[in-house]
């Protein structure tokens, strides 16, 4: 629940996905990049991706965009990054996601989580 509200009230209805292969194997490594759009700057989306990414042992990074969007990239186990996709199609208190762009990418061993 957030502010009273189950949370799939809150979910934006609208996502695009971009490239989906075949789910990895158990235990093996995925990379998926975020663009979210909406009111995201300002609202602490960074540290709360980063603070997130971290609890759930994802590497990669976030950054505002010039647009004022924000992009991400998590790697890790495929139910961390998960979780952190889904947690950018919530975004932070105060944020107002409006769309998540999806892209499954190569893993390419990143190691720890930053904000740019």
């Known amino acids: 629940m957030r502010g009273g509200v189950p949370m799939e009230a ?31 700057q300002g609202v602490f989306f960074r540290d ?9 042992g994802v ?22 990054v998960r979780a952190l996709v889904e947690f950018c199609h919530e975004g932070p208190r105060g944020a107002d996601v409006q769309r998540v762009d999806e892209t499954d990418e190569e893993p390419e061993g990143l190691t720890g989580f930053s904000v740019r």
């Open 59 to 80: 590497a990669g990074w976030v950054a505002n965009r010039a647009d004022g969007n924000v992009e991400a990239v998590f790697e890790g186990d495929p139910d961390g």
């Open 10 to 40: 809150h979910r934006p209805a609208h996502r695009v996905r971009i490239h989906s292969p075949p789910m990895a194997e158990s235990g093996a490594r995925v990379r998926r990049r975020v663009v979210v759009h909406g009111a995201v």
């Open 48 to 56: 709360s991706t980063r603070r997130e990414a971290e609890r759930r």
